[in-house]
């Protein structure tokens, strides 16, 4: 989770390399997209599936891309909420980041 | 398990020789430990699947446990591992082509 930060053991810091650094931002962003896809696969099995058949049927298909779509916007919608909240709750940091 | 212990052995086993390998090269130079890393990494990813496919499809396809695991009940495992299989490769396939119509999709899931 989050991006691997890389200690080059002579001191010189993290960036001395940028096709490095370059690197290892995109093996994180690809890894965070595998965890994406595993989370929203758990998530829509649960949502969408009944009981297991001998193939998947258009009606689970179907729930299958709505759950994706949906769950995205329910992100974005979640993430505005938030933005908002954070506002005007004076305590929301001691509240729910400590 | 026996393959636990053996993999938390040989996870120290890693960590001593990376401890030993301080001089700034990095654990990458030997292309036998690289090697061994990754069958590793791979049984242990293995292992998480099997854990979390036992949780899924006892969940759909268990109901009161009885004295023996019924016909009824393995059909719907075999059913299950399939449909789950499946499903993974649909979601991956649905979110790959999302993430190309959508503008704010690495912002909004991916950070």
């Avoid at 930060?5 to 997209?33: C, V, W």
């Avoid at 299958?64 to 954070?86: A, K, W, Y």
Wanted: glycine share 6%; proline share 3%; aromatic share 8%.
């Amino acid at each position: 989770e989050g991006s691997l930060t890389y200690t080059n053991m002579d001191g010189q810091g993290a960036t001395a390399d940028p096709q490095l650094q370059h690197f290892i931002e995109i093996e994180s962003q690809k890894q965070r997209f595998q965890q994406l896809v595993h989370q929203m696969t758990e998530v829509c099995w649960e949502k969408c599936m009944d009981k297991p058949g001998p193939k998947l049927d258009s009606r689970t298909e179907i729930c299958f891309v709505n759950c994706v779509e949906r769950f995205i916007d329910t992100s974005q919608f979640i993430l505005n909420r938030l933005e908002q909240t954070q506002k005007t709750r004076g305590s929301f940091s001691e509240t729910m980041l400590d």
